[in-house]
T-cell receptor
Framework: AQSVTQPDIHITVSEGASLELRCNYSYGATPYLFWYVQSPGQGLQLLLKYFSGDTLVQGIKGFEAEFKRSQSSFNLRKPSVHWSDAAEYFCAVGTYNQGGKLIFGQGTELSVKP | NAGVTQTPKFRILKIGQSMTLQCAQDMNHNYMYWYRQDPGMGLKLIYYSVGAGITDKGEVPNGYNVSRSTTEDFPLRLELAAPSQTSVYFC????????????FGSGTRLTVV
């Protein structure tokens, strides 16, 4: 069965520091992978997605993620965190032939220290 | 563009009452989804639809029903509300296929007391 694991429930980083949020997935075929961000009281916004090709994908707000098939991982990174990046981040895995359903991880809450 | 519109934003129900959560999209997306979000649990798929007249169960369908009579609308019906249905509900739509990537509504926060 497909699954997504985000090992870190809560991460705190200092403003200006680098960030890496971890995501591991389990899926038998080539997955489609996504990162979403949710600000408090809001819906989810797509940060970036991977379908195929270059394993390093760029997204909005200065985020990037790298797909590593050998490690079944799709970690999200940002070189320098801003206070406005404080939010909850969700990794998701999807398929082409199952109604486009996405399976979401549990989420990682990011706090940013001044 | 309005995107995905959910109504109401907040609702308090008494145990045993029923209600319909509305979801409408104006992007001509064929695929639509209902998720519920509970703290620390991520999002769980309730029902989804790949086109008008076609719906299917997700991971947690019990206690809910859906219909899809038009491309634009995908209402979620709660019958006999229970405290376990207290949650935040999100509707989303997608082009499907390699279009991937959902567009989410802003959510409905439901409390059952």
């Amino acid at each position: 069965a497909q699954s997504v694991t985000q090992p870190d429930i809560h991460i705190t980083v200092s403003e200006g520091a680098s960030l890496e949020l971890r995501c591991n997935y389990s899926y038998g075929a080539t997955p489609y992978l996504f990162w979403y961000v949710q600000s408090p009281g809001q819906g989810l916004q797509l940060l970036l997605k991977y379908f195929s090709g270059d394993t390093l994908v760029q997204g909005i707000k200065g985020f990037e993620a790298e797909f590593k098939r050998s490690q079944s991982s799709f970690n999200l990174r940002k070189p320098s965190v801003h206070w406005s990046d404080a939010a909850e981040y969700f990794c998701a895995v999807g398929t082409y032939n199952q109604g486009g359903k996405l399976i979401f991880g549990q989420g990682t809450e990011l706090s940013v220290k001044p | 563009n309005a995107g995905v519109t959910q109504t109401p934003k907040f609702r308090i129900l008494k145990i045993g009452q029923s209600m319909t959560l509305q979801c409408a999209q104006d992007m001509n997306h064929n695929y639509m989804y209902w998720y519920r979000q509970d703290p620390g649990m991520g999002l769980k798929l309730i029902y989804y639809s790949v086109g008008a007249g076609i719906t299917d169960k997700g991971e947690v369908p019990n206690g809910y029903n859906v219909s899809r009579s038009t491309t634009e609308d995908f209402p979620l019906r709660l019958e006999l509300a229970a405290p376990s249905q207290t949650s935040v509900y999100f509707c989303a739509s997608s082009k499907g296929g390699q279009g991937g990537g959902y567009t989410f509504g802003s959510g409905t926060r439901l409390t059952v007391v």
